[in-house]
């Protein structure tokens, strides 16, 4: 069973910085694309970036130039190094994956990102 935990998130200043980080576990994680999304209050929840399992990847036109999403197979992990962030940023921040064969969607428990002055 593949589980996902987030962590890092946190109140920052605009502009300011984050890195979250997602601890994969239950399966081969290399063999695993990776997603962030994010779901701000009252809106849907979209996504952020992705990687697949060789190291491609792909942006919300919202974040590109400004967030960066990279994995690290040695240590089953995946990350979202965010900078120069907006108060439009403010979301719940979730890591998703899919099953190989099932595609069923994994989902960690979410991580708070606020951006406020």
């Known amino acids: 069973q593949v589980q996902l935990v987030e962590s890092g998130g946190g109140l920052v200043q605009p502009g300011g910085s984050l890195r979250l980080s997602c601890a994969f576990s239950?399966?081969?994680?290399?063999?695993?694309?990776m997603g962030w999304y994010r779901q701000a209050p009252g809106q849907q929840r979209e996504l952020v970036a992705g990687i697949t399992s060789g190291g491609s990847t792909n942006y919300a036109d919202s974040v590109k130039g400004r967030f960066t999403i990279s994995r690290d197979n040695a240590k089953n992990t995946v990350y979202l190094q965010m900078n120069s962030l907006k108060l439009e940023d403010t979301a719940v921040y979730y890591c998703?994956?899919?099953?190989?064969?099932?595609?069923?969607?994994?989902w960690g428990q979410g991580t708070q990102v606020t951006v406020s002055s």
């Open positions: 998703n994956t899919q099953g190989i064969t099932t595609r069923r969607d994994y």
């Open positions: 239950g399966s081969i994680f290399r063999l695993y694309a």
